[in-house]
């Protein structure tokens, strides 16, 4: 069977139980219209692209710096083994994102480089998207307002700047899908290739991918069950993955992730209802009439797509949404644990072909003037989303105040003047990039701040390395409220009479600490007052730091 999709000139038969709608430009007879109707589908979602592009390369120094986008730089400023024994032995998880940060940086790019990486996947996520649409609801209408959707999307938009896996996963999360029904249309080896290397790149992406490919293969043996090339087909991926399930095993132990349900963030009933909620709204628009409207056409428009498909096509779209909730149904995992909206960003493309599906049909009676009602209903969406990626995330389409963004800046200068090379860092804080990026030689040497476990190994593979501990202190203090200015100026005088070296620049407070034996117990010794003082001060930072390393303690060894 051919996909016309895929630019395949042959007739492509509808499924005996099914009803399927006929393609766009089904009833415009001349070739050059049917031609005309497909460079316009090319035109519309060109033009998206290009505006999504353009808004991520412009926005790539808007941003504020986040500690996972420093994360990835630092793993990425190692040599290649260190990175990858960084990311699959010590943090476990999919190393993509880590492998193409070091190929950034090693190639001499810093992090508006990386957000620009993002930004391209993002953008050719669109056309993806647009196939995928266009494929499922076998109508190139759905696949054009589906991409137009999913561009002003807050998680599109965050994700084209935020120099993280996420753009990645969503280009995967949609190509292995799409990689999947051409390879069922034409049952080829070769398109098989493509669909176990598009879901190597997802399984690469993240740990999410599982459920990518997951319910590919349901798809694949809801085809063909009883052909014996079905099971080799499908266990091709799973065992050239063997690496990625390595690291995904080494990821679940830090977290204690297993079976079992209960808890605040995973395995409750509420949460994940709650959890979902608010996925939908990152993925559509969080409140207003932008938001209702999607809630009503979300299930219409999946009865539309799910009536014009095959059964394999509704075992993939079915089991991509329900494993996900099953699998977090069940979990049960520490308190660290916690699921994010863009952890499901592989859903995006269904959400937005659903409701593309359902805005081309209940406008379909208006005939004549149906394309002006569907984009008048398309605006007040996209209206919708922007306005709440704007209360999202401000700093998408504002720049960061400047005397903040001045004093990071100073007080990177400062420290990687005054650091040594053989600094111990605490936490991938965006100021020790500031350092880096105005110091070639600054330390390369972080302790996570947030896991004991991970934090144990690193003090462990940089016992012996290190003279010096530095650390960096926040008066927005993370998520909690604004450190007093009176408070602030205390914890500077207190760290100083301690015998700390104590440095301010505004909002920021520089601590540097002597470290005589260059051991992991020496380094816990010496940080432990220190943070136990920003603790009594009310930093966030200070006490989630300080029980970082309480509970690294029992496990480190005597000496290296």
Not at 167 to 173: C, I, K, T
Not at 212 to 232: K, N
Not at 309 to 337: C, K, M, N, W, Y
Not at 527 to 544: E, F, M, R, T, Y
Request: charged residues 15%; glycine residues 8%.
């Amino acid at each position: 069977m051919c996909d016309a999709a895929f630019g395949h000139h042959c007739a492509v038969a509808p499924p005996a139980e099914t009803a399927v709608a006929e393609p766009v430009g089904a009833e415009l007879r001349a070739p050059f219209l049917r031609i005309s109707t497909r460079a316009l589908a090319f035109v519309v979602v060109g033009t998206e692209m290009l505006a999504l592009a353009i808004f991520g390369v412009v926005h790539a120094r808007t941003l504020i710096p986040r500690e996972d986008e420093v994360l990835a730089l630092f793993v990425g400023r190692s040599h290649l083994g260190s990175a990858l024994h960084q990311v699959v032995g010590e943090r476990g998880g999919a190393p993509l994102h880590f492998m193409t940060a070091w190929l950034v940086v090693h190639l001499g790019g810093h992090l508006v480089a990386l957000r620009i990486v993002s930004t391209a996947f993002t953008t050719g996520s669109l056309a993806l998207i647009a196939l995928l649409g266009t494929r499922l609801a076998r109508d190139m209408r759905v696949g054009v307002v589906a991409a137009t959707l999913a561009a002003p999307s807050w998680l599109v938009l965050f994700s084209s700047d935020f120099a993280r896996m996420y753009a990645e996963f969503l280009f995967f999360g949609t190509l292995a899908p799409v990689m999947l029904l051409r390879a069922l249309d034409s049952r080829r080896t070769r398109d098989w290739a493509f669909w176990w290397l598009a879901s190597l790149g997802v399984l690469a992406a993240h740990p999410y991918g599982a459920f990518v490919l997951a319910a590919g293969i349901a798809a694949v043996f809801a085809s063909a069950p009883r052909d014996r090339r079905t099971w080799l087909v499908c266990a091709v991926p799973v065992v050239l993955a063997l690496p990625f399930w390595i690291g995904d095993l080494v990821l679940r132990s830090r977290f204690d992730v297993g079976v079992g349900g209960g808890g605040e963030s995973l395995g409750s009933l509420h949460a994940i209802s709650r959890f979902l909620l608010t996925s939908f709204r990152d993925a559509v628009s969080w409140h207003g009439p932008s938001f209702w409207l999607a809630c009503v056409l979300a299930p219409v428009g999946c009865v539309v797509v799910l009536r014009r498909t095959t059964t394999p096509e509704r075992i993939l779209v079915a089991t991509s949404f329900a494993l996900p909730i099953v699998a977090l149904l069940g979990a049960s995992a520490d308190s660290q644990v916690s699921p994010e909206t863009r952890h499901l960003i592989f859903l995006l493309p269904y959400v937005d072909v659903f409701l593309a599906a359902a805005l081309i049909r209940v406008t379909a009676p208006a005939r004549v003037v149906a394309p002006f009602l569907v984009v008048a209903l398309v605006g007040v969406i996209v209206a919708g989303q922007i306005h709440s990626a704007k209360l999202r995330t401000n700093d998408l389409f504002v720049t960061e105040s400047g005397y903040r963004h001045d004093a990071r800046i100073a007080a990177g200068d400062w420290l990687g003047a005054r650091a040594t090379p053989r600094t111990l860092l605490m936490g991938y804080e965006p100021l020790f990039y500031e350092a880096w990026r105005q110091h070639d030689g600054f330390s390369t040497s972080v302790v996570a701040r947030a896991d004991s476990a991970v934090a144990a190994k690193q003090l462990g593979r940089y016992c012996g390395g290190f003279t010096q501990a530095a650390f960096v202190f926040d008066r927005e203090n993370g998520y909690k409220d604004d450190l007093a200015e009176g408070q602030f100026a205390r914890l500077q005088r207190r760290l100083s009479a301690a015998g700390y070296e104590a440095k301010r620049f505004d909002d920021f407070l520089v601590v540097l600490a002597s470290v005589p034996s260059k051991t992991p117990k020496e380094y816990v010794r010496v940080s432990a007052p220190l943070l136990q003082i920003a603790k009594d001060a009310a930093v966030h930072n200070g006490d989630l730091e300080l029980k970082t390393l309480t509970g690294a303690a029992p496990l480190l060894h005597d000496g290296c």
